[in-house]
């Protein structure tokens, strides 16, 4: 098992090119992939953008929705709110991305992302999606 942050899982549903082909990779290696719920609301947050924008039509943008919904299934799980603060303060992150390092440090495994901040802040778990 695994957490990812939203990016690798933007890459693996609506990107291209090196990015979207590690992210499909790192799913093959490791279909478990962990989050905390949060993942979702900005998925949503990305996908409304690119729809606006015109670079995915409604319909491709519920559908990843739904993709990552499957691929995640009962791996969404809450994080201590105070702990969120705490390593958010400490780490100097944002509260959305310590989510992500406390749910990886509460379940003992990797964050793959490709947040810079992230990756220099918190690395005990943060590992690049191009170094898994």
């Known amino acids: 098992?695994?957490?990812?942050?939203?990016?690798?899982?933007?890459?693996l549903l609506a990107g291209e090119g090196p990015?979207?082909?590690?992210?499909?990779d790192l799913l093959l290696?490791?279909?478990?992939?962990a989050a905390p719920p949060i993942l979702l609301g900005e998925l949503r947050?990305?996908?409304a953008g690119s729809v606006r924008r015109g670079l995915v039509a409604l319909p491709d943008a519920l559908s990843m929705q739904d993709d990552a919904a499957l691929i995640l299934?009962?791996?969404?799980?809450?994080?201590?709110g105070a702990a969120v603060l705490r390593a958010a303060l400490?780490?100097?992150l944002s509260a959305y991305d310590a989510e992500f390092v406390v749910l990886a440090?509460?379940?003992?495994?990797?964050?793959?992302?490709?947040d810079r901040e992230v990756l220099l802040a918190a690395?005990?778990?943060a590992v690049r999606l191009s170094d898994d």
Not at 29 to 33: A, I, L, N, S, V
Not at 105 to 114: D, H, S
Request: overall charge negative; aromatic content about 4%; glycine content about 10%.
């Open 1 to 11: 098992m695994i957490v990812v942050d939203t990016n690798v899982m933007v890459y």
């Open 19 to 24: 990015r979207a082909d590690r992210a499909a």
């Open 29 to 33: 290696r490791d279909p478990e992939w």
């Open 45 to 47: 947050n990305v996908l």
């Open 73 to 80: 299934g009962d791996r969404t799980a809450g994080v201590d």
């Open 90 to 92: 400490d780490l100097g």
């Open 105 to 114: 440090r509460t379940l003992g495994v990797a964050l793959i992302t490709e």
């Open 123 to 125: 690395g005990d778990v």
